[in-house]
Every structure is written in C-alpha cells, then in structure tokens.
C-alpha cells in the first residue's frame, strides 16, 4: 500500500509474535495472560487482513522481510532470535492468510513456544507444521538444508554403508573390475577438517556413480539375453541391485532403472518375453519386501527428496497400497508418516476401495492419517464410508470426519456437523463444524449458522466464536445475506450491553469481507459508535470494502 500502513502492521505482527512466544512460554492455559495474549495477537492479525489478504514473510538467516522491507533483524544465533529460529530448521517463507482462525492461529504459536530441548526433542518446527495441518498458514521449506554437522554425518555414514552390498551385488561388481589397475605409492598428506569433508562428499558421490555403473552393466546383459533361462536369471540381477538402492536410499539410481525398463517395455517391436520379465521387476519394485525397505529408509530420519518419492509412486502400483497402510501403524516419525501419506495420495486412485478399509484400523492416528488421504484425493465417494465413522471415539478423528465431510461438499453431512455445535462439544470440534457449514456452501448450511447467530444462547458465545461464525456466513455473498448483516449492525436494543455490540461487531466485520458497497453508509455510521470495539470493526470493514474497490478500479 503507498502509506505503509500494511508495513506498520506487519512489524506490530512480528512484535505480537515474540511477545506471545515469551508468555506461552511462562504461563499455564488457563492464566489470564495467556488467554489476552492470544486474543491480542488475533487482532493484530485480523487488522493486517483489514488491509491485505494476505501476509508473506520471507525469512533470511538474520532477517524477516515483508516483500522488499526489513520489518525484523537479529544477528545473534539463539533461540529467541525468531529469523534464525525458523532458519534453522530449513524455513524459508511464511504465508498467513485472511480468514485465519483464533484456533489456527493459537496452534502455531505453540509450535514457535515449545521447548524443543525437553518437550518434543525429537521433532522440529516443519514437522509440527505439517501435524497441525494449517489450512491459512503455508510454508515453504529448503528441503536440501543441512548444517555442516547433519551434512559430515550423512556424508560419512553413506561412505561407510557402501560396503553393505548384496552378495550377486559384489560378485557382478568384481567381475568387470578393470584387472590392469596397479597400486603406486604416494606421500601420506595430513587432511583439514574440510578436506575431510570434501573426501567424504566425494566417495558418496563416487559410490553413487558406481551402482549407475552396475545397472549400465545389467542392461547390457539384459540386451544380449535370448531364452527364457537368461531373461529370468537377469530379473534377479535387477531384484538385488534395485532392493540395494532402496536400502540405501539411492532413489536416483532406482527412479532411472524403472524409467528405463518402462521405456523399453513401451517399445512396439519388444518381445512378449521381454515384457513379461519387466513386468516380474515392476511387480517386485512395488513389492512388501521393497515398501517396508522403503519404510525403513524414512524412519531413519535420514533427508529424502519428495519429488523423487512422489515420481517412484508412479512405478509402485495398486498392489503396493496395503503395505504402505501398514507402514502407518509401524513408523516411528512424523517425517516417514508425511511421505507414505503422500504417496497413498498418489496410488489412492488406483484402488479407492482398499484405501478405505484403513478407516477400520484400532490405530487412531492410523484412521486419521487415511481420512487425510481421502480428502486429498477428493473422491466423493468418500463421504458414504466417513458418515459411519462419524461417532469415533477419539476427537482428533472426528474433528478430520467433520472438516473432510465439509469439503466433500455431501449435503448428508449436515446432521452430524450440527450436532458439533451443541454446548458442551470441545472447542476445537465446534470451530471446525462452524467452518464445515461454511465450505458446504448451501442453503441449509446457512440456514444452521443463521439459526445459531439468532438463538439467545448465541450472545453468551466468546466473542472469537461469534466472529468464526460471521465469517462463515461472509461466504454467501448475495444480497440477501448482506441485508440480514445490515440489520444485525444496526438494530436497535433497550439495553446495549457488551454482547450485543460484540455480535454488532461480528456483522461489521462479515459485510467487510462480503466487499458490498451497499453496506458502506451503515458501516459509516456504526463508526461514530461510542463503543470502542463496533467503532474498530466498522472502521476496518469500511477500509477494506475501500481497498477491494479500489483494486477492482
């Protein structure tokens, strides 16, 4: 914006945010500081998506910038230096979106508070990021980033592993070894720390070349095989060298293997002997054996590319999809979990049915991880097996059930979501049915939020609620719900008490969001409010219906 208003409020957000890392930090759940530190935050917050949609940070190692402006700098490497925090663990930028929940935003900062030395020692910012599953808050990590110690030590094992291979691995290896190799002596040289480094990196990068090397050999044998004998006995030549760069974690060398064969399956003038030898390798690529091999290499913690794993998903198959379910009972890391998830994305559509059966797992966090997985695939379908798990016992299943149902878009999912905003339900599966209505998008939808905003039980609601409730309900852009808004703003009460201009407030802020112009004079008027709270929301709804206008031209 050219008067920097969005720079002064992005800085006040940076301000917000250390000061709540400190007070989580101090004081329990239930302490009235923790409560208002929260709710402060929010605000500040919600008065940045008052001016943009949007909040992009881009962290450096000693910098957070909004767009090209330092709004923050720290050169000391600690713990409560918030650039380096997040630069550490491979963050690189942070995007906050509008619409962000009090709940959402509540969970982040207890990520950034905790006490990673003593409370969650064996995990980082980027994994709690992606437990939590934020829907308005996206990050993108460096996934190469190593420090120099994580670096030496992957380097090293590497090296050392190489020695690891199968036997018909070895035995092939040695026999096309060039025999004229003579031994010369050399001058032994004392080698820096970073020689040591660079000698490391180069043998695993040596090594690498090697297994290439090998597969160019199988190949080759493959090419000049003619019966059925040598084309089987060459399969197993592919078994072991493909099960050797799995174990290793050499995805590359693995990828270009599958790919390869692929390409000489697809070829017209290829026997039906050779196609069928393919077929036995691709079968064994996505074999139990391979997965759980597979599923041994993540669960060492060790860095894996994403993409490599999503392109190998390709070559697995349907049949590979029940052992890598069963690797979501067996796995020990978050890291390991995050990838099988998303390589059950990938192979969902290949055999939705089985995928399915994973909701019956006695693991709760086996049926939410698979409810995860249905919703990223979007099959509709989907919605007539999570309508019968709707009564989970475990919250953290039902509240994924009730989001997943929402997005689903199954007007069947009305019932049970209204029955999660009765009294008494845990505040988190309440927000989350609140926002299920809103992403269904129909007219009983609203009729259900319309009915809970109007009952009297509404007023006594905390007031971040009542606003979850009036963003839902921003949705619905028509004329229609802009003129019920416009009477909540202005009806008048005998009595005005802090509850009724709470809900006023509400309604403001959903005609800002709404952007109808049709709502400027009343917000105008609301502005002049004696009451401190409807006065600020007015204003800001004002100022956005302003900025949308002026965007539009």
């Known amino acids: 914006m050219e008067n920097g208003d969005d720079i002064k409020a992005a800085k006040i957000i940076i301000k917000m945010i250390l000061r709540a890392r400190k007070n989580l930090r101090l004081y329990p759940v239930n302490n009235p500081v923790y409560t208002q530190t929260l709710e402060d935050t929010f605000d500040k917050f919600n008065a940045f998506f008052d001016l943009e949609d949007q909040l992009v940070l881009t962290i450096k190692l000693h910098d957070i910038f909004y767009g090209d402006e330092v709004i923050y700098h720290n050169e000391e490497q600690k713990d409560d230096n918030l650039a380096f925090f997040f630069f550490k663990d491979g963050l690189r930028e942070l995007t906050f979106r509008k619409n962000l929940s009090f709940d959402e935003l509540e969970a ?74 003579t031994s010369v002596p050399v001058d032994i040289v004392e080698i820096e720390e970073e020689g040591l480094k660079m000698l490391a990196h180069e043998l695993e990068a040596d090594a690498d070349d090697k297994i290439d090397k090998f597969m160019d050999i199988i190949f080759e044998i493959f090419y000049k095989s003619k019966t059925k004998a040598e084309f089987s006995g060459i399969v197993d030549y592919f078994k072991n060298a493909l099960e050797y760069a799995i174990r290793e974690g050499n995805f590359p060398s693995a990828l270009r293997v599958l790919k390869r064969l692929q390409k000489i399956a697809a070829h017209d003038k290829v026997t039906d002997v050779v196609k069928e030898n393919i077929n036995r390798i691709m079968l064994f690529a996505g074999s139990e054996h391979v997965v759980y091999l597979l599923g041994e290499y993540l669960d060492s913690g060790k860095k894996t590319d994403p993409t490599l794993l999503k392109e ?5 198959g349907k049949n590979s999809i029940p052992p890598f379910m069963n690797l979501l009972s067996t796995l020990n890391t978050i890291h390991a979990r995050k990838a099988v998830i998303d390589i059950l994305v990938d192979l969902g559509p290949q055999d939705f049915m089985t995928i399915t059966k994973g909701l019956n797992s006695p693991e709760w966090y086996v049926v939410r991880n698979i409810i995860y997985v249905l919703r990223e695939i979007g099959d509709k379908r989907a919605a007539d097996y999570l309508l019968k798990k709707v009564d989970h016992p475990e919250t953290r299943v039902k509240i994924e059930i009730i989001r997943t149902l929402g997005e689903l878009g199954d007007e069947r ?72 808004l416009i009477k909540i703003l202005t009806k008048k009460t005998l009595f005005a008490n802090a509850k009724v201009y709470e809900k006023k407030a509400c309604a403001a802020h959903s005609l800002g969001l709404i952007g109808d112009t049709a709502a400027l004079p009343f917000l105008y008027k609301t502005q002049q409010s004696n009451n401190k709270l409807l006065q600020e929301y007015s204003q800001a709804a004002i100022k956005r219906i302003d900025n949308e206008r002026q965007r539009k031209g």
């Open 108 to 181: 982040f900062l207890k990520v950034i508070s905790a006490d990673f030395d003593n409370d969650v020692p064996d995990d980082d910012t980027v994994t709690l990021f992606w437990e939590n599953d934020f829907q308005h808050i996206r990050y993108v990590v460096e996934d190469e980033f190593l420090s120099d110690e994580d670096y030496e030590e992957q380097a090293v094992s590497q090296a050392r592993a190489q020695k690891n291979a199968p036997e018909k691995f070895k035995v092939i290896y040695d026999q096309h070894q060039n025999k004229d190799e």
């Open 413 to 484: 999912a009305l019932a049970p979501i209204n029955e999660c905003l009765e009294a008494g339900v845990e505040n988190q599966l309440r927000y989350t049915a609140i926002r299920a209505l809103g992403s269904l998008l129909i007219d009983d939808a609203r009729k259900i939020l319309l009915d809970k905003v109007f009952d009297k039980a509404f007023e006594s609601k905390d007031f971040n609620e009542k606003k979850e409730y009036f963003q839902m309900l921003s949705r619905w852009k028509d004329s229609e719900m802009v003129d019920c």
């Open 312 to 316: 190998m998903a390709g070559f697995f």
